[in-house]
């Protein structure tokens, strides 16, 4: 079993409308959790980290963390076609970073 | 900035040769990590660097072999090259001192194809 979990998808909403992101995880002693995004092809780029529970905003982007859970989740707002990806979660117990397997998400105009 | 640089950015080799990948991570950071991503995967630990000592180890076969030289860039050797070695290679680097956030940046990565 992976130790961090996400729905393959392909993820479909359309332009404008929120998108939710979900990974759960296995080890209970991570402590911080990240969210890459990855367009075909490229290297995966930092959206954003979160370390304690609760929400953390960043522009359209908001990242949930529930360690009781072992879910973390990130929302995009006013979702745009460019936003269309694979997102990638990520814990980074032990150092490096575990991924999950990547949820694509098709924003269509 | 001055970001991870990756190289070569493609390469093609035939079975059973030898490929050698380069990294050169972000300046004053001291950890490099080399991932392998394949078709429609997420990237795969292979092993990491700390101040030139080997840090972790992950899914990397034996047929590879990496190491960080004094300068911290850091070259994966693999040999017996296999059809499914053909991937994705990312190198990554952070700073793991005090106030690391631990984002790893990532490297343009090099395509390796195996004939």
């Known amino acids: 079993q992976k130790e961090v979990e996400q729905n393959s998808g392909p993820l479909s909403v359309p332009e404008g409308a929120i998108a939710s992101l979900n990974c759960t995880y296995s080890?209970?002693?991570?402590?911080?959790f990240f969210w890459y995004r990855q367009y075909s092809g490229k290297s995966p780029e930092l959206i954003m980290f979160?370390?304690?529970?609760g929400d953390k905003e960043d522009g359209r982007f908001t990242a949930q963390l529930n360690k009781a859970s072992q879910y973390v989740s990130l929302l995009i707002r006013d979702s745009q076609p460019s936003d269309s990806a694979t997102y990638l979660c990520?814990?980074?117990?032990?150092?490096?970073?575990?991924f999950g397997g990547g949820t694509r998400l098709m924003v269509k105009p | 900035a001055a970001g991870v640089i990756q190289s070569p950015r493609h390469l093609i080799k035939e079975k059973r040769e030898t490929a050698t990948l380069k990294c050169y991570p972000i300046?004053?950071?001291?950890?490099v990590y080399w991932y392998q991503q394949g078709p429609g995967q997420d990237p795969q630990f292979l092993i990491s660097?700390?101040?030139?000592?080997?840090?972790d180890k992950g899914s990397i076969p034996d047929r590879f072999s990496a190491q960080q030289f004094s300068d911290y860039h850091s070259e994966l050797n693999m040999s017996s090259l296999e059809l499914g070695d053909s991937a994705l290679y990312f190198c990554?680097?952070?700073?793991?001192?005090?106030?690391?956030?631990?984002?790893?940046?990532f490297g343009e990565g090099s395509r390796l194809t195996v004939l």
């Open positions: 979160i370390y304690s529970n």
């Open positions: 990554a680097s952070s700073f793991n001192g005090k106030g690391n956030t631990g984002e790893l940046f």
């Open positions: 990520a814990d980074n117990a032990g150092n490096m970073l575990t």
């Open positions: 080890d209970r002693g991570s402590q911080s």
């Open positions: 660097f700390y101040e030139k000592m080997q840090s």
């Open positions: 300046p004053r950071h001291d950890t």
